[in-house]
């Protein structure tokens, strides 16, 4: 499964977040490391903007031996179609770069549903629609052809975040949502969109490890 994780350095309310060293390790590396603790044999790339702010991630991330796809930065939509389509894969999950807590089990349950030929022609599979999980939890999978057969529908704001559109006209599509199976352990705030949420997100890793 092809797992696309969008990151950019040009975040308003946290600068070059997804740089920022928690525990000696930038955000970004947290998450692909969560990442790689995945089950099935997955491809791992990062998509960020072909602008220069972001050219500091991606000497981080050539250092790192991790692909790297560079498109447009507002319209994440047509990025994350944009490296689908370069590595031909019609499917592809989607994974926020400010995500350092984020639960690959969570990530293997869906690639499970996913992987049931009644769900094989679905539009998305989810756990965010609706949201039971915390945010900095979420993974999408997306059919990629649904995004190039919507994008001239979409305004700037859902093309910023990608599947809006989608779950906004739900009716139109075949959407599969994943439910918190774990309401205990799920039950924390977990975003990471201030440099005030590191303290509580240092808390949750140091007992998560």
Do not use: C, W
């Amino acid at each position: 499964m092809l797992i696309i994780i969008q990151a950019r350095t040009n975040s308003q309310r946290f600068p070059k977040k997804v740089l920022y060293k928690l525990e000696n390790k930038p955000i970004i590396v947290h998450v692909l490391d969560r990442l790689k603790k995945s089950k099935f044999k997955n491809n791992l790339i990062v998509a960020t903007s072909d602008k220069s702010s972001d050219d500091r991630l991606v000497r981080l991330l050539k250092k790192k031996k991790i692909k790297i796809y560079r498109g447009n930065l507002k319209n994440v939509s047509e990025r994350l179609y944009e490296t689908a389509l370069k590595l031909k894969e019609k499917y592809f999950v989607r994974v926020s770069g400010d995500s350092p807590v984020i639960d690959v089990k969570i990530l293997d349950k869906l690639i499970e549903i996913f992987k049931k030929k009644k769900y094989r022609n679905y539009d998305i599979i989810t756990n965010v629609f609706p949201k039971t999980f915390p945010k900095g939890m979420s993974f999408e999978i997306i059919k990629r052809e649904i995004i190039s057969k919507n994008m001239k529908f979409m305004t700037e704001n859902e093309k910023e975040h990608v599947t809006k559109y989608f779950y906004k006209n739900s009716a139109k599509f075949k959407i599969k949502n994943l439910e918190n199976f774990n309401k205990k352990k799920y039950n924390l705030d977990l975003t990471l969109d201030k440099k005030i949420d590191l303290k509580r997100i240092k808390i949750y890793l140091n007992n998560n490890v």
